[in-house]
């Protein structure tokens, strides 16, 4: 499963994230797709997701923008791309610690454009297969 890539949609634009292969993501991938409700946290887009993993060994509350993210706390997905209103020092500071799910691919500020009640869709990537 290593660097499978999902879709993120809202209604302004979209994404891709390529993710690693976790007991979380795997999780992950077993209900894809699913539609949520955007939620907005600073430059932090977040949403609920139908799995409710545990907290990972690795888990972290500070990451690189474009880190997805797992909020075990709120069963939910967190996609940081920039400061959040607990960050110090322009930091992306999430809520707590979240399982590390992969990367944004490309600019993560994209997501600047989702607002909060925004539907979000999240699936697979389609791959060609000869």
């Known amino acids: 499963m290593l660097g499978v890539q999902i879709r993120i949609s809202w209604p302004t634009g979209q994404l891709t994230a390529t993710i690693d292969e976790t007991p979380t993501s795997k999780a992950l991938m077993g209900v894809l797709p699913f539609t949520a409700t955007a939620r907005t946290w600073g430059e932090e887009v977040y949403f609920e997701t139908p799995v409710s993993p545990a907290p990972e ?37 999430l809520a707590s ?34």
Do not use: K, M
């Open 57 to 93: 060994p690795d888990a972290r509350q500070v990451v690189e923008p474009g880190t997805g993210a797992f909020w075990t706390d709120g069963d939910a997905l967190a996609l940081p791309y920039g400061p959040t209103p607990i960050s110090r020092d322009g930091e992306c500071r």
């Open 97 to 130: 610690p979240c399982n590390v799910l992969g990367r944004i691919d490309g600019d993560p500020r994209r997501l600047a454009s989702v607002r909060d009640g925004d539907p979000v869709r999240v699936e697979h990537v389609a791959t060609d297969r000869a």
